[in-house]
């Protein structure tokens, strides 16, 4: 197999970040979080119209912190979509709160309220709502079934910065919405989360959470439960300009979308999921075929970079048998089809083409 000429995705820093990070160290700062990372937060809590945003030092803890901030504790039950990144369910483990898996949406690939529903018990306290791939269903609809049933509603939008429903940002329907700045999301620091709400209990809560139980940075008096989960000015500094690049990243994104759309279309064997690009902004091309193996390889061969989309969660090593009496049909059929094309912002009209034309000669040979 040839060398892989176009990723699946990859970073995209210039000298602005180089330029920052170079002013960042000589003007003598700590590297921890300080001013900068508070000068980021403004500018997420701004971009994603909340009154306040945390950084954390991934997306995987900030739910973590989430569920504790909304006093979940060990034993208690938060309903996770089954098609989602393993970070959702362990989030929750990692604290002994069980994740109970939900079967997704064909429409939108979200969890799937309905089935929701039935999965609800007393021990049920948090719907954690991801938005796979920057879509959701109608959020008011969700935050509505979530105070009906008395959940907390957490925004798992790691991958819906930049995606809205009905020109609200995702993330502010519930309690806390989060986000992750690790490689493959539009923007990065590295690695990186962040947590946003409207609720200034919910925001002390966190902010000493993530710092040791502590009132403030200095002293050594800690009269709450807390941990070390804080970010750098090091990131910052990076996170700042990669937020400045956001929404021409997210237009490009769109853009991309709507090529690949326009060129494969037709082909029968492909399908893409409905989009609005007015609300998302899809952070990865995902396309369901019926042997997404062998077009994966017939792209590779091409120089063209792919990636299966998650395995179902129940069906991952780790979490198969304490869901083993279940079905997620909805699931299983995405799940098996799913594949990831090349994404990156970074790619041009030409690379897009070829890999049109590439996935067109597959289903035409
Ligand atoms: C990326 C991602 C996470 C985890 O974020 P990290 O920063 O890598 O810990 C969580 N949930 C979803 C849906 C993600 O895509």
Same mark, same amino acid.
């Given at each position: ?7 699946q ?50 997306g995987?803890i900030s739910l ?14 938060i309903?996770?979509p ?10 929750a ?5 069980? +994740?109970?898996l ?7 690939l ?5 089935? *929701? ?6 021990k049920?306290? *948090?719907?954690?709502?991801? *938005?796979?791939?920057?879509?959701? *269903? ?34 502010t ?30 925001y002390?809560?966190?902010?000493? =959470? ?25 990131q ?5 300009e990669q ?8 237009e ?16 029968k064997?492909?399908?893409?999921v ?17 042997? +997404? ?12 970079g ?5 395995p ?6 780790i ?11 909805v ?7 799913? =594949? ?26």
């Amino acid at each position: 197999m040839g060398e892989i000429k176009i990723p699946q995705m990859e970073p995209w820093f210039d000298e602005k970040e180089a330029k920052a990070i170079y002013d960042y160290v000589k003007s003598g700062g700590w590297l921890t979080e300080f001013k900068k990372t508070e000068e980021l937060e403004k500018m997420l809590s701004r971009f994603t119209g909340t009154k306040f945003a945390i950084m954390t030092n991934n997306g995987t803890i900030s739910l973590t912190l989430a569920m504790i901030a909304l006093g979940l504790v060990a034993g208690d039950e938060i309903l996770v979509p089954d098609l989602t990144m393993i970070s959702s369910p362990n989030s929750a483990h990692m604290v002994g709160i069980k +994740p109970v898996l939900v079967d997704i949406e064909a429409s939108t690939l979200c969890i799937d309220l309905k089935d *929701a529903e039935k999965k609800i018990s007393k021990k049920t306290k *948090a719907l954690m709502y991801v *938005a796979f791939n920057g879509r959701s *269903a109608n959020m008011k609809k969700v935050a509505a079934f979530c105070k009906k049933h008395r959940l907390f509603l957490l925004e798992d939008s790691a991958q819906g910065l930049g995606s809205y429903w009905n020109r609200k940002h995702l993330g502010t329907f519930g309690e806390i919405g989060s986000f992750s700045f690790s490689v493959p999301k539009v923007i990065t620091t590295g690695q990186g989360g962040a947590l946003i709400t409207n609720s200034k209990l919910l925001y002390n809560r966190l902010k000493k =959470l993530k710092d040791f139980g502590r009132d403030k940075g200095g002293i050594d008096f800690h009269p709450h439960m807390g941990w070390n989960f804080k970010f750098t000015d090091l990131q910052a500094v990076i996170g700042i300009e990669q937020m400045k690049k956001l929404s021409t990243r997210l237009e490009k994104k769109r853009q991309i979308y709507k090529w690949y759309l326009d060129g494969l279309k037709d082909i029968k064997d492909i399908e893409f999921v409905e989009t609005n690009l007015k609300n998302t902004s899809p952070w990865f091309i995902d396309i369901f075929v019926s042997k +997404p193996n062998g077009l994966a390889v017939h792209l590779a061969k091409r120089g063209i970079g792919t990636r299966r989309i998650y395995p179902a969660i129940h069906t991952q090593k780790i979490w198969k048998e304490a869901f083993k009496r279940n079905k997620f049909p909805v699931t299983s059929n995405y799940a098996d089809r799913g =594949l990831w094309l090349p994404s990156s912002a970074k790619l041009t009209r030409r690379e897009v083409n070829y890999v049109i034309q590439s996935i067109r000669e597959h289903y035409e040979a």
